[in-house]
């Protein structure tokens, strides 16, 4: 079953400006990762944050992790065209190699 | 050089075919997937694989049997193919259990 389930769905903003998407899932994780996707491409590992962890950095992007609320958010600051790709949440339970996706948010940034 | 790559990027075949998809990996990782992303670009995971031996298989049809002959490569081979199946297939590999996924560029599958 889906385990993350990121909102929102659809994100268009204008270059320069910052962009926050959201990631809420169900169950206990180890860790929660972002990835990026290009379309038509694979998919490429942006940031992972463990459980035991509350914000992380990385460039422009930021990532906080609410085990309470049981929710993620990725920031990206300052974004640029070359931004435009879907972003995915996965999480990570610790049992048996199983990373579960959600169904991404897709980023428009107009130049 | 390409981390993991796989072939073919994209396929068109009719239904009732046989067909495979071969993944390779030089990152010297342990542990290879397989994940399906649909038209809504869902994506599941298929099957595992650790050292290759089968870890996960996602209840997924028998139709579709992976193959690793060493760790380094895990194929997809996949019976009698229905429209279905029609999806993009994504190779991956990584080092250890919760730890960041390689992925390959995808196999775009159209089963017409």
């Known amino acids: 079953s889906q385990q993350g389930e990121e909102d929102p769905q659809a994100l268009s903003i204008q270059e320069g400006e910052n962009a926050t998407m959201n990631c809420s899932y169900k169950?206990?994780?180890?860790?929660l990762q972002w990835y990026r996707q290009n379309s038509g491409r694979g998919l490429v590992h942006l940031i992972l944050i463990r459980s035991n962890e509350r914000e992380k950095h990385s460039g422009r992007l930021r990532v906080t992790l609410d085990t309470s609320k049981k929710s993620s958010s990725l920031l990206i600051t300052a974004s640029r065209a070359a931004d435009t790709a879907s972003y995915f949440c996965?999480?990570?339970?610790?049992?048996?190699?199983?990373?579960?996706f959600g169904k991404g948010t897709l980023l428009t940034v107009n130049p | 050089d390409t981390a993991v790559s796989q072939t073919p990027k994209y396929l068109v075949t009719q239904m009732g075919n046989d067909k495979s998809i071969k993944c390779e990996q030089n990152l010297g990782h342990d542990t290879m997937y397989w994940y399906k992303q649909d038209s809504k670009k869902f994506l599941k995971i298929m099957f595992s694989y650790n050292n290759k031996e089968l870890i996960i298989n996602e209840t997924v049809p028998n139709r579709f049997s992976p193959k690793s002959p060493d760790k380094a490569h895990l194929n997809l081979h996949i019976n009698s193919l229905e429209l279905g199946d029609s999806a993009v297939y994504f190779c991956?590999?990584?080092?250890?259990?919760?730890?960041?996924?390689?992925f390959g560029e995808g196999s775009w599958l159209t089963v017409v």
């Open positions: 169950t206990s994780i180890n860790n």
């Open positions: 991956a590999s990584s080092q250890d259990e919760g730890n960041t996924i390689y």
């Open positions: 996965a999480t990570d339970r610790g049992s048996n190699y199983k990373l579960t």
